[in-house]
């Protein structure tokens, strides 16, 4: 199990809609990782089981998308998966020694965007 590496991608505008399914596919396609992930395909994600790293489902909490050819962090998507760590959606199954490494990757983005994350408040 880990924790990706953060990133530092730019952030979207704040405005910009969330749809993790289509955010999906084109992380797949600007990764080249149709077939399997691959290291730019996982980078996109905050977290991934890495003894499975070769099946898409090993992934989760996708918070990138793909803008004009670059992989940029979406605003609405960090906010998703801090949601999900919250236990919105049916919260996230992750081991619990990678649950603090989680929550100390997603506040550098929430930092960027001016905010808080919910489990700091």
Do not use: C
């Amino acid at each position: 199990m880990a924790v990706t590496s953060f990133q530092d991608f730019p952030l979207a505008d704040r405005g910009r809609e969330w749809d993790g399914d289509a955010a999906e596919k084109r992380v797949r396609r600007w990764a080249g990782a149709e077939d399997e992930p691959n290291e730019k395909y996982r980078d996109a994600h905050v977290w991934y089981d890495a003894e499975k790293k070769d099946n898409f489902t090993a992934y989760k909490l996708l918070i990138a998308d793909v803008i004009d050819d670059k992989l940029v962090a979406v605003p609405r998507g960090v906010m998703a998966a801090g949601n999900v760590m919250q236990g919105g959606r049916g919260g996230v199954d992750l081991p619990e020694k990678d649950i603090p490494r989680v929550r100390s990757h997603l506040p550098k983005y929430y930092k960027k965007m001016g905010e808080t994350p919910p489990w700091e408040k």
